[in-house]
């Protein structure tokens, strides 16, 4: 986790882009006189800094030539975030010491990914290395330790469950995480998105005679990429999260290249607790998550698992799953981008139609979900899926969704909204997106349907009843 400063005069983008970095893991300090930021970089220390450019008082030119000035502050990494995006102004910030320049609007995974990665740059040529799993995977960091011959502890922290690694030499010697150990502990980490890694070196590690041999890094690395590949053929066989399954013959004989897939345990588990989701299987952690998976996929292809025909399905507006689809078909095997503005009535309906198109929200989620703003990272497929989500204040109008750019997005409005407000609201959007197939509105309000219509009659097919 990174403290990072943001320093906006709109205390709306900084509510804003608090809740990004927080819902990315890091803390963060909210600035808005940017003629304080000098005295409080003297008393808070800060890894990194997104700072606007044009500001009253002091703007961002000014200010980020006083912290190139200040002995406490030249190395500072420093992300300018501006709507001026000629190219004169980009030259202009990285020549004044600009670690790295961004335009408005921006997608706030990217944002979030360059500032981490300037943080982790800082962390390089230090005894220690430490910084965030999106930016520096599990995998890149063995590749790393395999090449330079490292020695020392890798530990891992990722929501509520924390790993361990000792690397002797480039080698695995053991591993932790969860109930797993070894390298099934290893896997399970290389499976992780997000979360924070601290790697301590050390000139030599204590080896006690129980100890197993060490074992190659790289050779690790290629058997769990089979299993990725396995997996990867048998993709379209695994459930959705909250389908049932039911265990209904031996498990099959099968050839040796599935050593150590859990079978056995997959099988035991279903028949000991029918009718189990496939979220519940996987929160067992019977196995590392891709092996769990195969398993599973494998027990289905073969006939010894079946999914139920009867379980509930979550209870989704019809059309959204068009709407989905027609999305997702369009920006092909990348990152998904969403922008939900959503009132107290829409809160309760997003976990469902998220998870009728397998986005699927934990309690994590939904505990970030109620603060009311916030970034969502969710799997998604090969890929993953970023929901930037915002409760609307009927009070003020919601302009910051300017900042970032998005794939599509979605009102899930159950509250009444004056006309003019709406009608501002859908032109922004419209002008947003460019074109209308990614706009989704729902609303299960009769009167904000028909308010709808008379603002913006070509969405009513849009609307759901």
Wanted: glycine share 8%.
């Amino acid at each position: 986790m990174a403290r990072i400063l943001i320093v906006d005069d709109d205390p709306t983008i900084l509510r804003l882009l608090d809740g990004v970095f927080r819902a990315a893991g890091h803390d963060s300090l909210t600035v808005s006189d940017s003629t304080t930021v000098m005295d409080l970089l003297r008393r808070e220390p800060v890894e990194a800094m997104v700072l606007d450019i044009i500001m009253p008082k002091v703007d961002g030119w000014e200010l980020l030539k006083q912290l190139r000035t200040d002995v406490e502050t030249r190395d500072l990494p420093v992300v300018l975030l501006s709507t001026l995006n000629d190219v004169s102004h980009k030259v202009r910030g990285i020549r004044d010491g600009a670690s790295d320049y961004l335009v408005k609007p921006c997608e706030p995974a990217e944002l979030i990914a360059r500032v981490e990665r300037l943080i982790e740059r800082r962390y390089r040529d230090t005894a220690d290395l430490q910084g965030q799993l999106d930016v520096y995977s599990i995998e890149e960091l063995c590749q790393g330790f395999e090449q330079y011959s490292k020695t020392g502890f890798l530990r891992i922290s990722s929501g509520r469950i924390s790993g361990t690694c000792v690397i002797d030499k480039g080698c695995l010697v053991s591993a932790a995480y969860g109930r797993l150990n070894g390298f099934l502990a290893l896997e399970a980490m290389l499976d992780l998105k997000n979360g924070v890694f601290h790697f301590q070196n050390r000139e030599s590690i204590p080896l006690y005679e129980n100890e197993p041999t060490p074992q190659i890094l790289s050779s690790l690395l290629m058997n769990a990429a089979w299993i990725k590949d396995e997996l990867h053929i048998r993709k379209n066989l695994l459930p959705q999260a909250r389908a049932r399954l039911r265990f209904v013959s031996a498990v099959p004989e099968l050839s040796d290249k599935f050593q150590d897939v859990p079978f056995e345990e997959v099988g035991n588990f279903l028949a000991e607790n029918p009718g189990s989701s496939f979220d519940q299987l996987m929160e067992q952690m019977l196995s590392a998550p891709n092996r769990v998976r195969l398993a599973l996929a494998v027990l289905i292809e073969y006939g010894a698992v079946q999914i139920s025909e009867n379980h509930a399905e979550p209870d989704t507006p019809r059309g959204f799953a068009e709407f989905f689809g027609e999305l997702t078909g369009g920006i092909g095997s990348g990152n998904l981008h969403l922008y939900a503005l959503i009132d107290e009535g829409g809160k309760k309906q997003l976990p469902s139609m998220l998870a009728s198109v397998s986005l699927n929200l934990g309690d994590k989620e939904l505990a970030r979900l109620e603060q009311g703003t916030g970034l969502l990272q969710l799997p998604f497929g090969d890929s993953e899926a970023f929901l930037l989500f915002e409760t609307l204040d009927p009070r003020s109008y919601p302009h910051q969704h300017k900042q970032f750019s998005f794939s599509g997005c979605l009102f899930l409005l159950e509250q009444r909204i004056p006309r003019p407000k709406l009608y501002k609201l859908i032109a922004d959007f419209r002008a947003l997106l460019g074109k209308m197939s990614h706009l989704y509105v729902y609303t299960g309000n009769e009167q904000v349907r028909k308010d709808l219509s008379e603002v913006a009659p070509d969405l009513v097919l849009g609307i759901e009843p």
